[in-house]
Nanobody, 127 residues
Framework: QVQLVESGGGLVEPGGSLRLSCAAS????????MGWFRQTPGKEREFVAA????????YYADSVKGRFTISRDNAKNTGYLQMNSLKPEDTAVYLC????????????????????WGQGTQVTVSS
């Protein structure tokens, strides 16, 4: 099973930016669809963004559309989440996930679709 490690979280003021990275072990990163989710205490895991195996078909939650950008570099086995215009309500632990199989151009907004998860990175938006 592929191992995932997120990085890039931290404390940022409202309106600021962060870029999260998701580094995957192994050589088959390009065969997985990828998603980013976030979670706060007492709440269910929330979909943020997803991207297909090849890097096409980016799909976003309405709450982050126009502010966040998901991308991936299959040659580096790494996925990214660029977060701009951050708001206090974006505060959460952000997790990346990979899904094996499925159609090449598909994206998956449900956490139930994913096989592998990272441990998460904390993002705090506060002044």
């Amino acid at each position: 099973q592929v191992q995932l490690v997120e990085s890039g979280g931290g404390l940022v003021e409202p309106g600021g930016s962060l870029r999260l990275s998701c580094a995957a072990s192994g050589r088959t990163f390009g065969s997985y669809a990828m998603g980013w989710f976030r979670q706060t205490p007492g709440k269910e895991r929330e979909f943020v963004a997803a991207i297909s195996r090849s890097g096409g078909s980016p799909y976003y939650a309405d709450s982050v559309k126009g502010r966040f950008t998901i991308s991936r570099d299959n040659a580096k086995n790494t996925g990214y989440l660029q977060m701009n215009s951050l708001k206090p309500e974006d505060t959460a632990v952000y997790l990346c996930a990979l899904r094996s199989g499925g159609s090449g151009g598909s994206v998956y907004p449900s956490p139930l679709h994913y096989d592998s998860w990272g441990q998460g990175t904390q993002v705090t938006v506060s002044s």
